[in-house]
C-alpha cells in the first residue's frame, strides 16, 4: 500500500504524519503554528475603531465596523493549511487523512479545491492534536478501515 499522509490539527497548530501502511505507525514529517493562536486580540493589532462625536457635543459613532484580528487570523492559517494539504496530495500516493477539530475542519475544506477534497481518504472530526500517539494511531486506523 502506497504512503499515507496525516493531517493532525487545531486551529493554533498542525503536525503532519506519514504512514507507509493503514497499521505502521506514524512519524511525524513537520509542524505548522499559528502564532496569533494563543494571543488576545487587543495584542494583535490596533484597539477598537476611532470614535466622532456630532455637532450637538453628544453622541459618539464608530467610524468602522470593529475588526474580529483574531478570526482573520484562524481564517488565514486555515488557507495556509489547506495549501499544504493540497502540495501533501500531491506527494502522498496513497492520499490524506485528516484529523482536525470539527469548527475548524470545515474553515479549511472551505479553502481545498474539488480535486483535493477527491483525495481526501478519510476524516475524524476530533481535536486530537494533545492526545497520545498510540490514541491518535488508534484513530487513524479506524478512520481508514472505515473508509475502506
Do not use: W, Y
Not at 490539527?9 to 504512514?19: C, G, Q, T
Not at 503554528?33 to 450637538?56: L, Q
Amino acid at each position: 500500500m502506497p504512503a499515507i499522509r496525516v493531517v493532525v490539527a487545531d486551529s493554533a497548530r498542525a503536525e503532519i504524519f506519514e504512514m507507509d501502511s493503514t497499521h505502521a505507525p506514524l512519524r511525524k514529517l513537520a509542524t505548522l503554528a499559528n502564532p496569533h493562536a494563543a494571543r488576545h486580540e487587543r495584542d494583535i493589532g490596533a484597539d477598537a475603531p476611532g470614535r466622532v462625536v456630532n455637532r450637538h457635543g453628544g453622541v459618539q459613532h464608530t467610524l468602522a465596523p470593529r475588526q474580529q484580528l483574531k478570526k482573520q487570523a484562524t481564517e488565514k492559517f486555515a488557507r495556509l493549511l489547506a495549501e499544504r494539504i493540497t502540495s501533501e496530495t500531491q506527494r502522498a500516493e496513497g492520499g490524506v487523512m485528516l484529523v482536525i477539530a470539527p469548527r475548524f475542519l470545515a474553515q479549511v475544506q472551505s479553502f481545498l479545491s474539488p480535486a483535493t477534497k477527491r483525495c481526501i481518504v478519510g476524516e475524524v472530526r476530533r481535536n486530537l492534536l494533545e492526545s497520545h500517539r498510540l490514541d491518535l494511531q488508534r484513530r487513524v486506523e479506524a478512520g481508514l478501515a472505515a473508509r475502506h
